[in-house]
């Protein structure tokens, strides 16, 4: 057992509003700059619908992520390492800009220079990428608040494969009752396969806390690594000719900070802290079987930190007692393994994601109102759970690949709490049946409601600092899957170097960072000045 620690998000769905706050303030912290004027680190999706970049999820398509071979063994959906040699100098399989969207922004100018007439002036959109006038024809979220829905959700992977599987007809209509926003960014993977996908060795994971990033200076703009993530949350900077992604704002977390999307949450949604897991088991997990086994494989993978045996293996493996501490006091491990309410962004990808989401319940005490029936009411909830098959199908697809019990779990348990609570502030008592039903007890599901409604701020970001004396923890380590012959590994030579192998990091100095992120012109290299 090879114990090491992992900072990981949950996002609870029910209280997100489709601000886009979190998407705005990432925007303008990470990438206000030229050739990123697409991209998006952090997006919130309008479901049902496509998706940024549109039908993301279609890995017959865009073939991303993990696939199980009949030995049993994992190798990318993207061809292995010989595939990828021959097809190296070639564009290899990634959205085009229009299933991204085409960026834009107004000529205002004309709004106060344009000459006296008898019309108004109007400002008519302009691409960022030509400067020229441009039609609007997609955007990040062209589906937001179902505003696009009607035209392209019939094409929702997800909803195909509904279809599919039920051999049936199935009427569109039912979005009336179920919408929901869905944040997202970088999952951060414990098995990521971008990193297995670089043929330069440029991405890597920190040893000390996970956190998936790109040496900027090792990257070669092969771009195989946006085939290899299959939820396309890695970026071709179409200036600097390198690939970028979301940090997970680590320069904040390394001083005990959150994200700025964290930070900025007006729903307050996001959760943030530390698990640890068995790095030596990751390998297994991932090439479990049975896809719907998967998020109990993943699960089984996460270490309970309250264990005197994983506490002592920790320490043992020079994880910090303050580390340990929050591990133990990680909202997100309490959310993932203690309550079980949270679940994976599509776990048969096989990347074993560490941005978990709780399902939302909203739109099933929505429907229930809207009918005359009172939504907190713990009988009409679990029977509204089990007769709304497909939005929990739908849920299922999203994130226990396909597995509706587990889903129906969860929903039983938020429906549980929301009942048992309104007995609890109305005077009512507190209903220990109910609690049993869902096989919690009166006190775990107090806890879970502060956790989940009233949870201050120190309780939600459980951030341990980073330590100064582990710095060289900061560098490369290797991937879970790097064996010898092992998918994705690369032999040093021409082509580039071992996908994931432990190599030496660049540092710059944050001014130097700042300039290069920031300068408008380049240097004679072709790189940021």
Same mark, same amino acid.
């Given at each position: ?16 509003? $489709? ?9 303008? @912290? ?9 991209? +998006? ?24 992520? +993990? ?22 100098? !070639? ?12 960026? +834009? ?7 106060? =220079? !344009?000459?006296? $007439?008898?019309? &108004? ?16 024809? +997609?955007? @990040? ?6 505003? $696009? ?9 997800? *909803? ?11 009427? &569109?209509?039912?979005? =009336? ?19 297995? #996908? ?8 920190? !040893? ?25 949350? *890695?970026?071709?900077?179409?200036? #600097? ?28 949604? /996001? ?158 008592? /507190? ?56 998918? $994705? ?41």
């Amino acid at each position: 057992m090879r114990i090491m620690a992992q900072v990981g998000m949950v996002m609870n769905l029910d209280k997100c509003i $489709g601000c886009h706050t979190c998407s705005v303030t990432c925007k303008q @912290a990470w990438t206000n700059r030229a050739g990123t004027e697409y991209v +998006w680190f952090n997006n919130v999706e309008t479901r049902p619908g496509l998706g940024y970049p549109r039908r993301y999820e279609d890995q017959a398509k865009w073939r991303g992520g +993990w696939v199980r071979t009949a030995s049993g063994r994992l190798k990318l959906r993207a061809g292995g390492r010989f595939q990828k040699l021959f097809s190296i100098f !070639a564009s290899p399989v990634q959205p085009e800009l229009h299933d991204y969207y085409e960026p +834009w922004t107004y000529d205002y100018d004309n709004l106060v =220079k !344009a000459p006296l $007439g008898d019309d &108004f002036p109007v400002a008519r959109p302009k691409s960022l990428i030509t400067g020229k006038n441009t039609t609007i024809d +997609w955007s @990040a979220n062209w589906d937001d608040s179902l505003g $696009g829905t009607y035209a392209t959700g019939e094409v929702d992977p997800v *909803i195909e494969k509904l279809r599919a599987e039920a051999n049936q007809q199935i009427k &569109f209509e039912y979005e =009336k009752s179920f919408m929901f926003f869905l944040p997202r960014i970088c999952e951060h993977c414990l098995n990521p396969s971008c990193m297995a #996908s670089c043929p330069s060795g440029a991405i890597y994971k920190r !040893a000390e806390d996970g956190i998936v990033l790109v040496d900027q200076d090792r990257c070669r703009g092969w771009r195989q690594c946006i085939t290899g993530c299959p939820y396309k949350k *890695i970026y071709f900077n179409h200036r #600097s000719g390198k690939a970028e992604k979301c940090t997970f704002c680590y320069p904040r977390l390394e001083v005990g900070l959150p994200t700025v999307c964290s930070e900025t949450c007006v729903g307050r949604l /996001r959760y943030i802290g530390i698990i640890l897991y068995d790095a030596d088991a990751v390998t297994a997990a991932a090439a479990t079987k049975d896809e719907k086994a998967l998020y109990q494989a993943q699960l089984d993978v996460i270490l309970d930190p309250h264990d005197p045996k994983i506490e002592a293996a920790a320490r043992a493996a020079d994880i910090p007692d303050d580390w340990i501490d929050a591990a133990k006091r990680s909202p997100i491990y309490a959310l993932i393994k203690d309550y079980k309410v949270a679940l994976p962004l599509h776990p048969e990808y096989r990347t074993m994601p560490m941005v978990w989401y709780i399902p939302p319940l909203s739109p099933v005490v929505d429907l229930l109102k809207s009918q005359g029936h009172d939504g907190e009411q713990a009988n009409n909830l679990f029977g509204a759970i089990d007769e709304l098959r497909i939005p929990v199908e739908y849920l299922a697809e999203l994130f226990t690949a396909g597995d509706t019990e587990v889903v129906t779990r969860v929903l039983q348990k938020l429906a549980a709490m929301r009942s048992y609570m309104r007995g609890v502030t109305l005077d009512l008592g /507190r209903d220990e049946e109910l609690a049993t039903a869902v096989g919690m007890t009166g006190a775990e599901i107090e806890r879970m409601y502060r956790l989940l409604a009233i949870a201050k701020y120190d309780e939600r970001y459980v951030i341990p600092k980073a330590h100064v004396e582990q710095a060289h923890n900061l560098e490369e380590m290797g991937c879970s899957l790097d064996f010898e012959e092992g998918p $994705g590994m690369f032999e040093s030579g021409p082509f580039g170097e071992a996908s994931g192998r432990p190599v030496p990091v660049a540092l710059e100095l944050f001014n130097a960072s700042r300039l290069r992120q920031t300068a408008d012109d380049t240097s004679e290299t072709g790189q940021p000045t």
